[in-house]
């Protein structure tokens, strides 16, 4: 009585008629590696380039940038390495069982394969594919009845031999190519739903849920009247009237220039002068002031040669609620104060790319 898991080749008689080709292979571990590969070359092209895109699209979620690429090699490596590590365990198991010597015997219809544990036999045309390629050929039939013949190890004209007898119906090859991308897309989808919960696991993890805010109670009393804020740039400062500006400026060399300046150009138009400090330290004076916009004076920078202080006139709009900010603020004119004599120059710039007066590139040497 036959086994049931055989395949229908076994029931045949011994082939009849005079071998055509007969042939010894040897089976190493290398070689064996080799034989593992060389049969599943198509498989394992399919599930590196999905590997590839899947891997690829995953790194760049996660803006790894130019290591997308590295990434996804590595982990391409890796699946190589697994692969032949497998083949490996499959050669000790194999070892257990038979030596490491096969003879192949071809016929007009069949072809026979004899190990130490038993004899094969396969006709040409129960065969789902006879791959012929420059330097191996392999035969595969229903798994696990592959086999695959490297350089060297068969006759050239074997293949030619071999490519007459191929079988003609595609159905099969169609049919086994369909189940090898149907397994690839299936490895993939496992390994994209694996890294699209870590994902989630690591966004949890970093952002944690809130508990949505309580709803609001009701008032039935009517709120409060707006009152503005003081911006952070117009901390609250004392304010002192123009006659008293020689004891408002600083006795150092900035608010010297701060002093000349005001004398000079400003002070028959101010109507206040009140010291101010921003938000980054910076300090100004407020030199005049109306309902639409303060006007300020402010030390910028040293002039290129180093020997000016140069000083920011500018105006800054208030809202409607009285409140300014250093957002979108008008230059009115840019002076320098030279630091030696105490010579003043206006530029008549109203914009930093601007050009300025003669007597102002003179004094600053810009």
Same mark, same amino acid.
């Given at each position: 009585?036959?086994?049931?898991?055989?395949?229908?080749?076994?029931?045949?008689?011994?082939?009849?008629? =005079?071998?055509?080709?007969?042939?010894?292979?040897?089976?190493?571990?290398?070689? +064996? #590696? =080799?034989?593992?590969?060389?049969?599943?070359?198509?498989? *394992?092209?399919?599930?590196?380039?999905?590997?590839?895109?899947?891997?690829?699209?995953?790194?760049?979620?996660?803006?790894?940038?130019?290591?997308?690429?590295?990434?996804?090699?590595?982990?391409?490596?890796?699946? $190589?390495?697994? @692969? $032949?590590?497998?083949?490996?365990?499959?050669?000790?198991?194999?070892?257990?069982?038979? /030596? &490491?010597?096969?003879?192949?015997?071809?016929?007009?219809? $069949?072809?026979?394969?004899?190990?130490?544990?038993?004899?094969?036999?396969?006709? %040409?045309?129960?065969?789902?594919?006879?791959?012929?390629?420059?330097?191996?050929?392999?035969?595969?039939?229903?798994?696990?009845? !592959?086999?695959?013949? *490297?350089?060297?190890?068969?006759?050239?004209?074997?293949?030619?031999?071999?490519?007459?007898?191929?079988?003609?119906?595609?159905?099969?090859?169609?049919?086994?190519?369909?189940?090898?991308?149907?397994?690839?897309?299936?490895?993939?989808?496992?390994?994209?739903?694996?890294?699209?919960?870590?994902?989630?696991?690591?966004?949890?993890?970093?952002?944690?849920?809130?508990?949505?805010?309580?709803?609001?109670?009701?008032?039935?009393?009517?709120?409060?009247?707006? /009152?503005?804020?003081?911006?952070?740039?117009?901390?609250?400062?004392?304010?002192?009237?123009?006659?008293?500006?020689?004891?408002?400026?600083?006795?150092?060399? #900035?608010?010297?220039?701060?002093?000349?300046?005001? !004398?000079?150009?400003?002070?028959?138009?101010? !109507?206040? *002068?009140? +010291?101010? @400090?921003?938000?980054?330290?910076?300090?100004? %004076?407020?030199?005049?002031?109306?309902?639409?916009?303060?006007? *300020?004076?402010?030390?910028?920078?040293?002039?290129?040669?180093?020997?000016?202080?140069?000083?920011?006139?500018?105006?800054? =709009?208030?809202?409607?609620? &009285?409140?300014?900010?250093?957002?979108?603020?008008?230059?009115? !004119?840019?002076?320098?104060?030279?630091?030696?004599?105490?010579?003043?120059?206006?530029?008549? =710039?109203?914009?930093?790319?601007?050009?300025?007066?003669?007597?102002?590139?003179?004094?600053?040497?810009?």
């Amino acid at each position: 009585m036959a086994e049931p898991n055989r395949p229908e080749s076994w029931q045949m008689d011994p082939p009849q008629g =005079k071998p055509l080709y007969s042939f010894d292979t040897h089976e190493t571990e290398k070689l +064996y #590696i =080799k034989r593992f590969l060389l049969l599943n070359r198509t498989r *394992l092209l399919l599930l590196v380039l999905d590997l590839v895109i899947i891997l690829t699209w995953f790194a760049h979620v996660l803006n790894l940038g130019r290591y997308a690429l590295l990434f996804s090699l590595f982990v391409v490596l890796v699946s $190589c390495f697994l @692969m $032949c590590s497998r083949a490996k365990t499959a050669y000790k198991r194999q070892q257990r069982i038979q /030596t &490491g010597l096969t003879h192949y015997t071809f016929y007009e219809d $069949c072809f026979t394969v004899q190990k130490s544990f038993g004899l094969f036999i396969f006709r %040409y045309e129960d065969l789902y594919q006879i791959r012929i390629r420059k330097s191996s050929l392999c035969l595969i039939g229903a798994l696990p009845y !592959n086999f695959a013949l *490297l350089p060297g190890e068969y006759p050239a004209e074997l293949a030619d031999f071999l490519r007459e007898r191929a079988p003609k119906s595609r159905v099969r090859i169609l049919k086994d190519t369909l189940h090898t991308i149907l397994l690839g897309i299936f490895a993939v989808t496992v390994l994209f739903c694996f890294l699209l919960l870590l994902m989630v696991l690591c966004d949890f993890e970093a952002n944690p849920p809130v508990d949505p805010p309580l709803p609001a109670e009701s008032y039935t009393e009517e709120a409060p009247a707006y /009152t503005a804020a003081p911006t952070p740039t117009e901390p609250p400062a004392e304010t002192t009237t123009p006659e008293e500006s020689t004891a408002t400026f600083g006795k150092d060399y #900035i608010g010297s220039g701060y002093e000349a300046i005001y !004398n000079t150009y400003i002070k028959d138009a101010s !109507n206040t *002068l009140t +010291y101010g @400090m921003g938000a980054k330290g910076e300090g100004y %004076y407020i030199v005049n002031e109306t309902a639409d916009a303060v006007d *300020l004076l402010q030390y910028d920078r040293d002039s290129q040669n180093g020997s000016c202080g140069l000083y920011v006139y500018q105006r800054c =709009k208030k809202d409607a609620y &009285g409140a300014w900010s250093w957002e979108g603020s008008e230059i009115l !004119n840019i002076y320098a104060y030279h630091y030696w004599d105490g010579v003043t120059a206006a530029s008549g =710039k109203t914009g930093w790319g601007d050009a300025s007066a003669l007597e102002y590139r003179e004094l600053t040497g810009e």
